[in-house]
């Protein structure tokens, strides 16, 4: 099952303006670290780019694994043959295509791009056991390192049950073969479990404490090219508003954000050839807020400067709007499948009575809505989206006070 979301219900009873405050965030030259950012508490952690290749996620019902593409580490899938022809590797003449990250969804990285969306219980590096609830692993992959050394590696499995990933690396040619299990409970803190290959050694990437915004370099495959930007967290909703002026637009509207984990991403700055300078859009603006952390705080962000790969400095103005709202946070379960999906999505939770699903587009428009009712225990509902275009959809389930929000492709 895909991971779950929480989504926020928010009571708008006004908003007045905090102090405007400047701030700076640091990567270093050649941006050489990546930032966590928390706006109450500003620069969390700086931790070095390249020192991790893969991450795992560590959320119980994630299958996500992430490969450090901004920091060079390129991923294939090996087209010779399944995990059971690991002894036999060999690359010669071979053609493989690159994987990368998902710049919408954290739920997809570069080892989930290569999903068979034939098969709704493939994600790509493996397959779902209905029996067991493990994800076995049953492809092989190739990957360039941070350091530029080529290696084989495969997923073994994702122990669900005890939460725990099991992985396979080696040379081309077969030594220094290593299995390694990774017990991701000790990381909850964290988003992600990161782990380098070069040293063989799991990484403290992240901060404990709850981040917003990370400062990273990341491959953009829409344009294509690999791009300095600020990413989203899990749970983390963005408005982005153009033409405004920034230091005195306050008019917001939570029903207009999304959760795209590159909804700021580095679109805000533009580089001139003229003057080998980035220039930052003046007119755009972002309000920002934590759905799963502890404030229910809308903060607005825009930019003021850019200092490039000589400095690696982000300038920003922050500002806290104030905010009075309640925040519903819901234990019930909720994971819909195929994701991609073309036609049909299965959405299975534990909602009873009167239930909700509304479908919200990217814009934060709803485009689908039914309600039901529904039994105490699991529950199966099929809904028909061939009729949505392709591209990102937030599904939002509601049962009283209980709600829970869960993305999915529309393909």
Do not use: C
């Amino acid at each position: 099952m895909k991971t779950i979301f929480t989504f926020l219900f928010l009571i708008y009873l006004g908003s007045s303006i905090f102090a405007q405050t400047p701030v700076q965030v640091i990567t270093g030259a050649d941006y050489a670290n990546e930032v966590y950012y928390n706006f109450e508490n500003d620069t969390l952690k700086s931790s070095p780019r390249n020192s991790w290749d893969i991450a795992f996620a560590t959320n119980q019902m994630s299958a996500s694994i992430l490969a450090n593409n901004g920091a060079g580490v390129m991923l294939y899938s090996y087209p010779g043959g399944t995990i059971d022809d690991w002894s036999t590797v060999d690359t010669t003449g071979v053609e493989m295509t690159p994987l990368y990250n998902s710049i919408e969804d954290w739920e997809l990285g570069a080892f989930n791009d290569a999903t068979d969306t034939s098969n709704i219980f493939d994600y790509g590096w493996g397959v779902y056991n209905m029996s067991t609830h493990n994800v076995d692993g049953d492809s092989i992959f190739i990957i360039k390192l941070t350091n530029g050394d080529f290696k084989k590696l495969a997923i073994i499995q994702k122990n669900s049950i005890q939460n725990q990933w099991t992985f396979q690396y080696a040379d081309l040619n077969g030594e220094n073969d290593t299995t390694v299990t990774v017990d991701v409970d000790d990381y909850a803190e964290s988003e992600f479990l990161y782990y380098s290959v070069v040293n063989d050694s799991v990484v403290g990437q992240e901060p404990d404490e709850r981040w917003q915004l990370l400062f990273t370099r990341y491959y953009d495959y829409n344009i294509p090219y690999y791009v300095t930007g600020v990413l989203a967290n899990k749970g983390v909703q963005v408005q982005q508003v153009n033409g405004v002026s920034q230091e005195a637009f306050v008019d917001y509207n939570t029903s207009l954000s999304n959760d795209t984990l590159s909804s700021i991403g580095s679109d805000w700055k533009t580089f001139n050839m003229s003057t080998f300078q980035y220039e930052v859009a003046s007119d755009v603006v972002y309000f920002v807020q934590d759905t799963v952390g502890t404030d229910d705080a809308i903060w607005k962000l825009y930019f003021t400067g850019f200092g490039g790969s000589s400095t690696g400095i982000y300038s920003f103005v922050k500002m806290k709007m104030e905010v009075t709202g309640i925040k519903t946070i819901s234990e019930r379960n909720l994971a819909i499948y195929p994701n991609p999906a073309s036609s049909e999505i299965n959405v299975i939770h534990d909602f009873s009575g009167d239930t909700e699903i509304t479908i919200y587009n990217i814009s934060g428009q709803p485009v689908f809505k039914t309600t039901s009712m529904q039994n105490s225990g699991l529950n199966k509902q099929v809904v028909n989206v061939s009729s949505l275009p392709s591209g990102i959809y937030s599904l939002m389930l509601r049962s009283g006070n209980d709600v829970k929000s869960v993305k999915f492709l529309k393909e």
